[in-house]
């Protein structure tokens, strides 16, 4: 997982597979930005080709702790086979979701 800043927001590139085995890595490192005053935050699905509950899970988490400090989550570059799990989870009128990262950036800023 990989992560950097652009401006003032915090962009994670998130792993090939986002679940149990994933998912709690993933958790820690996104917990920990948040705990240090991030209020940008975007999950990049660049390299993303499995998305399981587990890894839905961190992300409502994610988003929750976020709004509760007036921050912000944002999705992007979801495939196609993964926005499926969105979907069908109805978790895609929860999510802003964005084509590219830019565009994503472009809307947090």
Request: net charge neutral.
């Amino acid at each position: 997982m990989e992560v950097k800043t652009v401006n003032d927001v915090v962009v994670v590139s998130l792993m090939r597979r986002f679940d149990a085995y994933t998912a709690g890595e993933a958790e820690l490192k996104i917990t920990k930005i948040i705990e240090e005053g991030t209020k940008k935050l975007v999950c990049d699905f660049s390299q993303t080709e499995y998305l399981a509950s587990a890894g839905l899970r961190v992300l409502i988490t994610a988003c929750k702790r976020l709004q509760k400090n007036g921050g912000q989550l944002v999705l992007c570059s979801i495939k196609p086979y993964v926005l499926e799990v969105f979907d069908i989870s109805g978790l895609n009128r929860i999510f802003k979701m964005y084509d590219s990262l830019e565009i994503a950036l472009q809307n947090l800023n």
